[in-house]
């Protein structure tokens, strides 16, 4: 070899010397990033396990707090507490005789029991005492019952003071701890039997109906999906590195959420708390699940584990990302809402979503790269670049499906939609027009047996009255009127009853108003309390334009009247944002159309169905009236990912091959990812039954049966069926219409 040729050959081996320095450089680059992406999760994992146990400090829990600003009764809210310099939110404590009547010795120790009530010392937050917390400086007193067999106390907390945290808890909590354990230790031996109730009770019965959610509904939740994806990946590595994803994008969530919230922001309720985590688990594993199937069909194409993710990342980032957006649009649409708890719910929501979607294509694909194939041990992927496109028609569950789909489509199309036709016939007997308190909990509370034992003895709206505010020149004939409605058993002007025999006090006046309150003979949560304000508000009228009525019926009234309101406004919206989401996804119009027609159309059938569940099997009494707006967003956002999973696969596949082989090849690749998708999913959401709220058990029965429906039998025989019988022409008015 002469020094020219010696010459040529170094020279032209040195750029090949220096390529493969740089790909040998790429691996290691990318591994260091992969780890640094993992630490920067951890950083947050940290910084959101202390962020978690924080959220239920910034909860609110009570209907009031949700009403609309526009609402009657948000502005008799807001004139009382002007009247009487705080906000009262009181407890009732019922003591029934346990037999018989109540004798002078018991009503001597209702005495000393009532005496001793200012002075409880609330040890959960570290100190003070119940008195500090209470309105005014009166004298409780029991009043007994015209029976003689029971007696009533109203406590008076201030709801401003009493539901601020303090030590990671409130006034409320602790008072509401102090005072039973004092009628336990005292009025208990004595034969007395008490149960406390009224708003505060309520409100500290639901505190410790949502104490489950950090802790059993999480790691129920947890427990589940790690079992369906042991089931689904055959690995013990696989599952744990998805779950710490989700883990980690629920933490990223609360880490957003609880200033939110905390600065009154945004409003944050149990429900909503909850449903959140289960949105993030339930998202971040879906994503996982298409992410992970495309890392394997990759990798039995390529050696490396990078360039096997980095194809796989590319494959998968469009129809994740399209979800994403699609159901973070959807919830923000929520924002349009009235009611405080469904506008709450949107951010709140959407911060979840935005943090399984960061997480699933930041850490987890991280992880994956570092650990190459050992992620699927014992089962890892060889490279024989065997894949699942060839099994249509053949071989597999969904080869076998799309073989069907291709052989007999309209067939196939026709007797899905006469099925969930047939469902959705029955949605309109879906009872969402309220439920009392006694019907809100699945199990016995001691706020709704305080309730109970209130209307053996007393007027049942006693404690939660009726409250007008009329101008001063007009409060008798307003007084006049109210007493003559015949759902009222007393009415007085201003904060406090006449005592039997003294003289009328003058009530106080604020800017020319006063006030009137009436006892209703209907409880505040029942039908019946609700018709009395519905009849006062139009009585009163013709005594005075300005008069406005509230107290705690018609707050529920307000409640409901709202979330009627959000529903007409904010389904129509959903359903315009996610057809352009789609549009611009698929680049077509035909496809969308039909992707959002058959989610509506499966959101009717899970609707038909859980009527006939809930009437016919639990035999629920109602539900409440947000049940059908939150099952909508929640089915019709994340029941159309599966159809974007399946659709830009196809979309994938027809640029490749003809649309019609597109579509069974995009069937056969996704059935088995998207099922698992669906599975989880519906098991994610089924883990609020756990917390025993009636409408919690509600949202997780639509949402599991709807995810079902629509994973089973709209993405998997009547979206691909209609569009194989379509065809092309499903793509108008891109170019892929023009093709085969």
Excluded at 451 to 471: K, L, M, N, Y
Aim: include cysteine; proline fraction near 5%; glycine fraction near 10%.
């Amino acid at each position: 070899m002469t020094v020219e040729n010696r010459s040529e050959e170094s020279t032209q081996s040195a750029p090949n010397r220096a390529d493969a320095k740089v790909a040998a450089r790429r691996p290691r680059a990318v591994l260091w990033a992969a780890l640094a992406i993992i630490l920067a999760w951890m950083a947050v994992g940290a910084w959101g396990g202390q962020t978690q146990g924080r959220l239920s400090e910034v909860q609110k829990n009570d209907n009031a707090s949700f009403l609309p600003t526009s609402a009657e009764s948000t502005d008799v809210i807001d004139m009382v507490s002007r009247f009487s310099q705080s906000e009262e939110l009181p407890f009732l404590l019922s003591v029934e005789k346990d037999q018989g009547s109540l004798t002078p010795a018991d009503l001597a120790t209702l005495g000393q029991f009532a005496t001793s009530l200012r002075g409880l010392k609330l040890t959960a937050i570290g100190g003070g005492s119940l008195g500090d917390y209470l309105v005014g400086s009166a004298p409780i007193v029991p009043v007994p019952s015209q029976d003689g067999k029971a007696a009533l106390f109203v406590i008076p907390l201030d709801g401003t003071k009493g539901t601020e945290t303090i030590n990671k808890s409130s006034a409320l909590l602790a008072g509401a701890e102090a005072i039973r354990a004092e009628a336990e230790g005292v009025l208990k031996p004595a034969g007395l039997t008490a149960h406390l109730g009224g708003p505060a009770g309520l409100i500290s019965d639901f505190g410790a109906a949502f104490a489950g959610i950090d802790g059993i509904l999480l790691r129920t939740t947890l427990a589940v999906v790690l079992i369906i994806l042991l089931v689904v990946y055959r690995s013990p590595v696989l599952p744990i590195i998805v779950l710490l994803s989700a883990v980690f994008g629920l933490f990223l969530a609360e880490i957003a959420v609880y200033p939110l919230a905390k600065n009154g922001t945004i409003a944050l309720s149990g429900q909503s708390q909850g449903i959140m985590s289960i949105l993030v688990i339930g998202a971040a594993t879906d994503y996982a699940l298409l992410l992970v199937s495309r890392y394997r069909e990759e990798l039995h194409d390529h050696a490396s584990a990078w360039e096997a993710m980095k194809r796989a990342w590319r494959g998968s980032i469009e129809p994740i990302a399209a979800s994403a957006a699609t159901v973070i649009l959807g919830l923000l649409c929520l924002l349009l809402a009235n009611l405080g708890s469904t506008s709450g719910l949107g951010p709140v929501g959407a911060f979840g979503i935005a943090g399984a979607f960061l997480a699933s294509l930041t850490f987890l694909p991280a992880t994956l790269v570092l650990l190459g194939r050992k992620a699927f041990w014992p089962f890892a992927p060889k490279v024989d670049h065997v894949h699942r496109e060839d099994k249509v028609g053949t071989r597999g569950v969904w080869g076998r499906v799309a073989g069907m789909v291709g052989n007999h489509p309209r067939r196939t199309w026709v007797v899905t939609l006469v099925g969930l036709l047939a469902l959705a016939a029955f949605a309109p007997s879906l009872k969402a027009d309220g439920v009392s308190v006694a019907d809100t909990f699945l199990t016995k509370v001691d706020s709704v047996e305080a309730q109970d034992a209130i209307e053996r003895h007393f007027p049942a709206g006693s404690g939660s009255p009726v409250q007008i505010v009329v101008p001063q020149d007009k409060a008798e004939a307003a007084l006049a009127r109210v007493t003559k409605d015949e759902g009222i058993e007393s009415a007085y002007l201003g904060l406090v009853p006449p005592a039997p025999g003294a003289p009328a006090v003058p009530p106080a006046v604020v800017d020319g108003q006063v006030l009137i309150q009436a006892t209703s003979k209907d409880a505040a949560d029942s039908p019946g309390g609700e018709e009395v304000v519905t009849r006062l508000r139009s009585d009163l009228d013709s005594v005075s334009s300005e008069a406005i009525v509230g107290g705690n019926a018609a707050i529920n009234l307000d409640v409901r009247e709202a979330g009627v309101r959000d529903l007409k406004l904010i389904v129509p919206v959903v359903l315009l944002v996610i057809f352009v989401v789609l549009c611009l996804l698929l680049r077509a119009v035909i496809a969308p159309l039909l992707l959002v027609a058959a989610n509506v159309l499966s959101f009717g059938a899970a609707i038909g169905l859980s009527a006939l569940v809930f009437n016919h099997v639990f035999e629920f009494a109602g539900g409440d009236p947000s049940i059908p707006l939150y099952g909508f967003v929640f089915l019709v956002a994340l029941g159309i990912d599966y159809s974007i999973f399946l659709m830009t696969r196809v979309r994938e596949e027809a640029t490749k091959r003809t649309t019609r082989e597109g579509i069974l090849t995009g069937l056969a690749v996704t059935g088995g990812v998207i099922t698992s998708a669906g599975i989880v999913l519906a098991a994610t959401f089924s883990a609020l039954v756990v917390l025993p709220l009636i409408f919690l058990v509600q949202i997780a029965f639509i949402v599991a049966a709807g995810v079902l429906l629509d994973t089973f039998i709209v993405r998997s025989l009547l979206v691909p069926a209609l569009s194989y019988d379509i065809g092309s022409r499903i793509w108008w008015p891109s170019a892929l219409a023009r093709r085969p």
